[in-house]
């Protein structure tokens, strides 16, 4: 590209208008402190306050500010994903916008990525102190479990907070899955990395927008994503079911040749139910699989652009859609 900037920052966005202010104010003199070219892109992910309109003001006096809107809140990932696919810079970072990753981290990355030659530079929560205790569980067990059930090397304590050079990007845009988890995604491409501690800050204002629902549904999409592991456990489970299957015959013939037969109307109640509950969550294994085989062969966006600052110079150009 001609005109790309040296480093795109991508923001996603849900409902921020407490933060945005506050955003920008403690961004902008970050970014002017670099000495490189530079672009903010802003993913609106279908905000339903004041963040468009924020935007739009925000828009006419900090150049360097551009606005992707979303059509529908498509959530962090989608959000985070139609950022790359837009991002134009030689180096793309991707942060939050309620400041709980600090933007001064940014130059740091920048300055490793160059020094040591990487295309990715993590950055690490060295302190979580400022997250609630339940995140905190969550968030270990989750990337215990992760790196447990799939060989990718996921750091523990990295988030969403990065900097990829362009041949990442490209690579990450080039994927063809759908609910795609980026930060499994792009440690499992393999390429060259490093990594920049930093304290995770309360958030600055405003809710959180991931509520425990979206929570889960990342960590699903994780492990479906990265290992089928949870569908050998359901053939083990079944494997140790049939074993102890062939131990209660033994135990029921023996028990006929003796002749005490009709007490066992708990022990009957007890497999019965153990037995459906196991079918039950076996066959909701396989559904999260076909499930998604299904979503991907149905190849549908996760994403829609609605508009780009960008493009609003050049008018009429057919709206594209974008798969994520
Ligand atoms: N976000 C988004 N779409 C959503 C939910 C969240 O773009 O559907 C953005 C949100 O605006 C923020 C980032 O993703 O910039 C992280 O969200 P949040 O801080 O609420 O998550 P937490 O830090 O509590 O995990
Ligand atoms: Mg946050």
Known sequence: MPDSPDLTVVVPMYNEQEVLPLFVDRMRPVAESWGVSYEVLCVDDGSSDATPVLLQRLLREWPQLRVVRL????????????GLARARGRHVVTIDADLQDPPETI??????????????????????????AFKRVTARAFYRSIRALS?????????????????????VNALPESNRVLRLVVPALGFPSASVGYRRAPRAAGESKYPLAKMVRLSVDAVTGFSIAPLRFATWIGLVGGVAAIGVLVYAVVGLLLGNTLPGWTS?????????????LALGILG????????ALQARPTYFVAHD??????????????RT
């Not at 059509?71 to 139609?82: D, P, T, Y």
């Not at 740091?108 to 609630?132: H, I, K, N, P």
């Open 288 to 295: 999260e699989y076909v499930g998604r085989t299904y979503t």
């Open 151 to 171: 060989d990718v090397d996921a750091h523990v304590d990295a988030g969403d907070f990065r900097l990829m050079s362009r041949a990442t990007v490209d690579a």
């Open 71 to 82: 059509r529908a809140n498509s959530g962090h990932q989608a959000a985070i994903s139609a």
């Open 309 to 322: 600052s960008l493009e609003q110079r050049s008018p009429a150009q057919p709206q594209g859609q974008t």
């Open 268 to 280: 009957t109640v007890v497999i019965v139910a153990a037995v459906g509950a196991v079918q039950l």
């Open 107 to 132: 130059g740091e990355m920048l300055r490793v990525a160059r020094d040591e030659g990487v295309d990715v530079v993590y950055g690490v929560r060295e302190d979580r102190s400022s997250d609630t």
